[in-house]
């Protein structure tokens, strides 16, 4: 079974930088998994902010940014704000004859 | 505007099925879009169930493939999940998403399922 791993949590001081990764228990991850990142806080549905690895959509802030690094993918935020405190999970795209999407367990961000 | 809201049931009995159906608006359940379910057990990360396209079929996570049927109607723009033989493990907030393109979005609020005797 395929496992998908994200740091469990990040703290972060406001207006600095944090990197959450994204991992594959089969290998590197490549553009090919097209990486999406969700953004969830409590109570409430997750909103996406990354597809495809790096393309936002409109309302994705700008301090968002998706990329490859290395072996993972990474969903970087810089300057952060105080409402970026919630859990952020990464999906990624499995190919082949069964194709299906996994989560990674999420990586609870604390702004502080 | 798309729209799409979970309803069904609230409780299950365990052993038996769950079903929930999402309603689109705003789009057209026949364009080319995968319709999708994801689930949140309480206090949990979240789980990929499964797609569904009008015309290009289905596919489900291989740990729910044995009990998950995932269906279309045309024409009341819906879309649905069944999920059988469920157990206290199947307790989630089930989401409905428009899928496609590689994208995730909008999701519906959501919906709790408790399985529970």
């Known amino acids: 079974q395929t496992v998908v791993t994200q740091e469990p949590s990040l703290t972060v001081s406001p207006g600095g930088t944090v990197t959450l990764t994204c991992a594959s228990s089969i290998g590197p991850v490549t553009s090919a998994y097209y990486t999406n990142w969700l953004q969830q806080k409590p109570g409430q549905a997750p909103r996406p902010l990354i597809y495809s690895t790096n393309d936002k959509y ?14 993972r993918a990474a969903l970087t935020l810089s300057g ?3 409402e970026d405190e919630a859990e952020y999970f990464c999906m990624l795209y499995y190919s082949g004859a069964q194709p299906h999407w ?4 999420g990586t609870k961000l604390t702004v502080l | 505007q798309v729209r799409v809201q979970e ?7 365990p ?3 769950l079903s929930l159906t999402c ?3 705003g789009d057209s359940i026949s364009n080319d879009i995968w319709w999708t379910w994801v689930r949140q057990p309480p206090g949990k990360g979240l789980e990929w169930i499964g797609e ?33 033989s469920v157990t206290a493990a199947d307790t989630a907030v089930y ?23």
């Open chain 1, 102 to 105: 996994v989560f990674g367990g």
């Open chain 2, 52 to 84: 569904i396209h009008h015309r290009k079929g289905t596919f489900y996570t291989p740990t729910l493939r044995s009990r998950v049927t995932l269906t279309v109607d045309k024409y009341t723009n819906q879309f649905s999940l069944n999920l059988n």
């Open chain 2, 23 to 25: 309603t689109v608006s």
């Open chain 2, 7 to 13: 309803s069904g049931p609230g409780l299950v009995r």
């Open chain 2, 95 to 117: 989401y409905c998403v428009k899928g496609g393109d590689w994208r995730f979005g909008p999701w519906g609020q959501g919906t709790l399922v408790t399985v529970s005797s």
């Open chain 2, 15 to 17: 052993s038996g099925t």
């Open chain 1, 58 to 71: 409109s309302w994705t802030p700008a301090r968002f940014s998706g990329s490859l690094l290395g072996v």
């Open chain 1, 80 to 82: 952060v704000q105080p």
